[in-house]
């Protein structure tokens, strides 16, 4: 009986030879390294879940990282914008913090809800 080679290559695709089966030996391309966080950890369980086409196109491309680094950084940037507009808006300040803090945290608290439902909906859940 012949015996197998460990690797061989044909029509310029690499082979490994698990058992008696050839595989092909392929790699992902390398994505850039992660640096998300809540947001871009919020994006990938969405797409796992429900957006499975995108999720195995990002990864198969090596563009799932770098496209979760970029939708942390929209959605963090946007969330700052955000709290600072509905804070001005809503007549929030820092003499507000200092005559009632605790009416001042629930003011706050409430605008950073809003804008992160905001922010969600329009970058995460898309």
């Known amino acids: 009986m012949k015996e197998l080679k460990p690797r061989i290559t044909e029509k310029g695709i690499d082979y490994v030879l698990i058992g008696d089966y050839y595989y092909p030996n392929l790699e992902f391309p390398k994505d850039e390294d992660p640096h998300y966080g809540k947001y871009g950890s919020m994006r990938l369980n969405y797409i796992k879940k429900h957006k499975k086409g995108l999720y195995s196109s990002l990864r198969m491309e ?5 496209h979760l680094n970029e939708i942390d950084d929209a959605a963090n940037e946007q969330m700052e914008i955000l709290v600072q507009q509905l804070m001005k808006h809503q007549g929030i300040t820092e003499n507000l913090k200092s005559e009632d803090w605790l009416g001042w945290v629930r003011a706050v ?8 439902e905001i922010v969600c909906n329009e970058l995460i859940y898309q």
């Open 109 to 116: 608290n409430n605008i950073r809800n809003a804008a992160e």
């Open 62 to 66: 090596g563009r799932l990282i770098s």
